[in-house]
Nanobody, 115 residues
């Protein structure tokens, strides 16, 4: 079964950094693009990063471009989200996702940006 397990969330001060990790299993990881989404309370889920199967190309929305980046290690079935210069509005549950026949979601990891 497809499993996506996020880790690395927590409380960080504005301007700080955090690196999220996602451990994937149950599919041929290196064949698929991977993404990170987030959802803040009262807001719809938002795409924050996508990386191609080989890691050769990334897509970062303008809203977080220059602050967030995505990477992957296909040998370890891991995908990462590096978040820098964090702002309170980045507070959300962050999800690792993959689009197979449908989009699969991890359980999420909470990121709280607050002083």
């Amino acid at each position: 079964q497809v499993q996506l397990v996020e880790s690395g969330g927590g409380l960080v001060q504005p301007g700080g950094s955090l690196r999220l990790s996602c451990a994937a299993s149950g599919f041929t990881f290196s064949n698929y693009a991977m993404s990170w989404h987030r959802q803040a309370p009262g807001k719809e889920r938002e795409l924050v990063a996508t990386i191609t199967s080989t890691g050769g190309s990334v897509t970062i929305p303008y809203s977080v471009k220059g602050r967030f980046t995505i990477s992957r290690d296909n040998a370890k079935n891991m995908v990462y989200l590096q978040m820098n210069s964090l702002k309170p509005e980045d507070t959300a549950v962050y999800y690792c996702t993959v689009n197979l026949s449908r989009r699969y979601w991890g359980q999420g990891t909470q990121v709280t940006v607050s002083s």
